[in-house]
């Protein structure tokens, strides 16, 4: 893909002759994956809808319209109905994408940038370093995943803030484990050497030498952790230790709404749609890189 | 196969006590008072707050409370919960108990159908039943499973009573019922009715997991040279499969399966919540909104200990069903 930041030029040459051409077969192999397409297409909408969220929503998603409460969905102008207390669910949903996008790619930007830092540092310099980094990867890979963040949540505060860093401290180290294997298969391949043997430095040679080359799965990862990090939020939202209200968070909506389920099941399906309707894409679109970046899976 | 199982034992000590500190560390020296943690509140009392210092000796030393946190972790005392001064042991004991209930049968669940799945998918590649299962799977991964729980009481709950569906459909999606077990794990009588749609839910991610890792692993096994050879002496396809491909695939299966031995007993926070299961899972969210972290510390410790040994136990296996991995030589990265 080319949106993909790989130097293609300078000492990087040495390290991956034909990065153009890769991006492009990459892109071509991704193309012909229909639902890697579909998922694409489906976030690209989501971001546009994120963008004109004021422009496509009447109400403002924390007004509180005591007239119109508990309304069916497509009811004159609240398309998704409206809740107990007269949010409009439209707009609580639709302003809801900004809030898992944001989450979604912060979270997965620097968890994934402090996982390729630890495990290219790991990976590479090996010894006193990488046992260091490894033990404190293995332990807090001993913490699972949930009691983890509650912890950090619970430590930090709530808040969007809140969750975003706790979810990055809790996801960079499976990166981390990733990048140090892929770093130590290819330290002993003949162009590191011949950049060692040119002088270079060893940040010079992690980075821009190792690190084009260990890229494609950290971009699976990293692709993947976009939804995995959107549903951690809403599930931590879920259980009221997330956002805060009346941030719209999709996972916080299907928590207030659980109760009406009965009278109004949409209010719980139309947020937690969008949830798996989010998620799925990125899935589908990691899936999609996956086969599209490893030569032995194209065929 | 005693030095790797001594080995493994002393690693796994170490992270332990990683783990431990990380959480303590966490709880109890972050910035913030935790004798207001643990009060519930920001606003508590000024004597209360002394007393809850006193009693959790929070105005020790931080590596005095830290040698005590120790101490307390490998006598097994687990601490006293601030709400209702129950023991956090004791708590642990009634919760363990459904919790081990409803893991038993996800764990069946993820075992029968995702297995079962995964070889149907890889036996018939690219065929229209393996796109379905490779889209379904995907979906399934992509459900928040407290949506997927809301999902089943909307289903088997509320149509059924509604009119919207037979009435013979109907399931009740509340609580654990009547509680009535044989041998432990086995329900009797009505309490299949509370359990299938808890179980299912909190399989339902594992299971997706199995299908697509035994499908791959089934098709690289495909390739292998003695899968050939197995054919070559003219076994019937059925025998070289099952004989010959399934023990080598479902390697990498049973130790994730291990592993999730802990996750679904220990962590099925948002399944245990959505169906009101009295498990470990929903007492820690419980404890959350209360700010109990007595409750949620507590508990934390006796989750972490048990997904130790999960993955202990999972790595074991692997070293039992892999002798590559105990001699210490090098396995082929998948």
Same mark, same amino acid.
């Given at each position: ?299 | ?98 919790? =081990? $209930? ?10 029968? !159908?995702?297995?079962? @799945?995964? *070889?149907?998918? #890889? &036996? ?121 491909? =399934? $023990? ?10 291990? !592993?999730?031995?802990? @996750?679904? *007993?220990?962590? #099925? &926070? ?65």
């Amino acid at each position: 893909m080319s949106m993909v930041p790989v130097q293609p030029l300078g000492d990087a040459d040495l390290a991956a002759p034909s990065d153009q051409a890769f991006w492009r077969d990459t892109w071509r192999h991704f193309r012909r994956n229909r639902l890697a397409v579909v998922g694409l297409a489906i976030i690209v909408v989501l971001v546009v809808l994120a963008i004109l969220a004021p422009v496509i929503t009447r109400y403002d998603y924390a007004a509180i319209d005591t007239e119109s409460r508990n309304l069916p969905p497509f009811s004159g102008d609240h398309w998704f109905g409206t809740d107990n207390i007269g949010h409009d669910v439209f707009s609580q949903v639709i302003y809801g994408i900004r809030v898992s996008l944001l989450v979604g790619f912060l979270v997965a930007i620097f968890s994934t940038v402090l996982g390729v830092i630890f495990g290219a540092l790991s990976g590479y310099l090996g010894g006193l370093v990488d046992a260091a980094i490894m033990r404190v990867v293995d332990m807090f890979l001993a913490i699972p995943y949930i009691i983890l963040t509650v912890a950090l949540v619970g430590v930090i505060g709530r808040g969007l803030s809140a969750v975003i860093i706790a979810l990055i401290v809790s996801g960079w180290f499976v990166v981390a484990r990733v990048v140090r294997a892929s770093f130590l298969q290819l330290k002993e391949q003949e162009f590191v050497q011949a950049a060692r043997a040119l002088g270079y430095g060893r940040l010079r040679i992690m980075f821009r030498h190792i690190l084009p080359n260990a890229l494609q799965p950290v971009i699976v990862y990293a692709t993947l952790a976009i939804g995995g990090a959107i549903l951690a939020e809403a599930a931590l939202s879920f259980l009221a230790i997330g956002v805060l209200p009346p941030t719209p968070s999709w996972g916080l909506l299907v928590a207030e709404n659980k109760g009406l389920l009965a009278s109004q099941p949409h209010l719980v399906f139309f947020p937690g749609g969008a949830i798996f309707i989010t998620v799925l894409a990125f899935v589908f679109i990691g899936d999609g890189l996956r086969d599209a970046l490893d030569p032995r899976l194209r065929s | 196969m005693t030095s790797y199982l001594i080995r493994r034992i002393l690693q796994l000590l170490l992270v332990l006590w990683g783990a431990l500190t990380i959480i303590f560390f966490l709880f109890f020296a972050l910035p913030g008072d935790p004798a207001e943690l643990l009060l519930g509140s920001e606003k508590a009392n000024p004597v209360a707050q002394q007393l809850v210092a006193e009693r959790y000796g929070l105005n020790d030393p931080i590596l005095v409370q830290y040698g005590n946190f120790l101490g307390r972790v490998v006598t097994f005392d687990l601490g006293e919960s601030f709400k209702d001064r129950t023991s956090v042991n004791e708590v642990l004991a009634r919760t363990a108990q459904a919790s =081990l $209930r409803l893991g038993f049968w996800a764990i069946m669940f993820e075992v029968v !159908i995702g297995i079962a @799945t995964g *070889i149907y998918s #890889a &036996v018939r590649k690219y065929s229209f039943g393996d796109a379905l299962v490779t889209v379904s799977t995907a979906a399934v991964s992509a459900i928040p499973v407290y949506v997927l729980g809301l999902f089943f009481q909307q289903t088997f709950g509320v149509l059924p009573n509604q009119g919207g569906l037979p009435s013979w459909l109907q399931l009740p999606t509340n609580g654990i019922g009547p509680d009535t077990w044989f041998l432990f794990f086995i329900p009797t009588g009505e309490q299949w009715k509370y359990l299938i749609l808890p179980a299912i839910t909190l399989a339902s991610v594992s299971t997706a997991i199995v299908a697509r890792i035994t499908r791959t692993t089934m098709l690289e096994v495909e390739k292998a040279d003695y899968m050939r050879t197995a054919r070559a002496k003219g076994l019937n396809e059925r025998q070289v499969l099952v004989g010959h491909g =399934l $023990r080598n695939a479902l390697i990498p299966v049973v130790t994730l399966i291990a !592993i999730d031995v802990g @996750t679904v *007993i220990g962590v #099925a &926070v948002l399944t245990e919540t959505v169906f009101n299961w009295p498990g470990i899972g929903s007492r820690i969210a419980r404890a959350i909104p209360q700010r109990d972290f007595a409750v949620i510390l507590g508990l934390s410790i006796a989750v972490i200990l048990l997904y130790a040994v999960a993955n202990l136990v999972a790595d074991l296996m692997y070293a039992w069903l892999d002798p590559r991995v105990r001699l210490g030589g090098k396995v082929a990265e998948r």
